[in-house]
């Protein structure tokens, strides 16, 4: 009777306890587990035709097709804690009138791999100069919701309000849409030839560029992975007395169909490992905790047969 009692006792104490992980797998686990990587390498395209841009070699404005190629890599060794760190170098190609390299970006940035929210440290740069980050980088939060989160903007150096604006279907899958409006904002003083400006006067002028733009975001809201993007980039000069003179850049540009492919992959990828640990894993393990606890208390319920001894 004893062994059948003690028996009985540990397979409640082992039911109990797979019950009682099972909540814990769900809510908590499963945030931990799922993270942006340390060592990410990742190349996006983007595509913006009929594009407005002030060539420096030629010194007036072309339009043409431009191709945008995005490449992420992190860095393993400045990852630390809960925080990962991501290097981002942008090359922009004119196909149009065959000029490879008209523009050139780079930036490093820092942040939560499990809440996408940056941070301020290891040597976030823009253009290799100094910039405190904030807001979400390159991920939403995992669990997505219909709200308005905070957007870093490497254009301007800061973060904008991204509204949610409503949902959206892409390669059948469900999608949020947000969208991120930042306002006119002097990011960049600079000299150039008067003539090339349309001015009568001689010499080089002084002049600001501006930007202005709308940033929309397609996010696959359980992993929080932006599956589709699309940059309205308004980019003028003016001198010094407000007037503008010249176009900077002016596009819309738009994720490729083969990009939008590979990001939405990683994303039901993502998706599919984060509902295994909060939809499987969690059920199974209280289906089987509750199995040994029965199985448990039957045991411990038992009585000898008649004529049986106690051990």
Known sequence: MRRITITGVVLIAIGAFLVTLAPLVRFYAAGRLIAAPADQYGIT?????????????DLKVLTGNLDITVTTRGDVEAAKGDDVVWDEFTAVNDVSNDKEGISYAQRRSAFNKFTGAGVDCCGASVEKEPVKLSGQIYLFPFDTQKRTYPVFNASVRQAYDARFTGEDTINGVQVYKFEQTVPPTKVETLTAPAKVLGMTQTGDVQVDRWYDGTITYWVEPVSGTPVQQEQRRHEVLKTQDGVERSVAFVATAKYTPQSVGELMDKALDAKSRINTLRTTVPVALLAV????????ALLAARRPRSGSHAA
């Open 45 to 57: 395209k983007l595509r913006a035709d009929n594009a407005r841009y002030f060539s420096k070699g």
């Open 289 to 296: 905790g509750l199995l040994f606890i029965a199985a448990g």
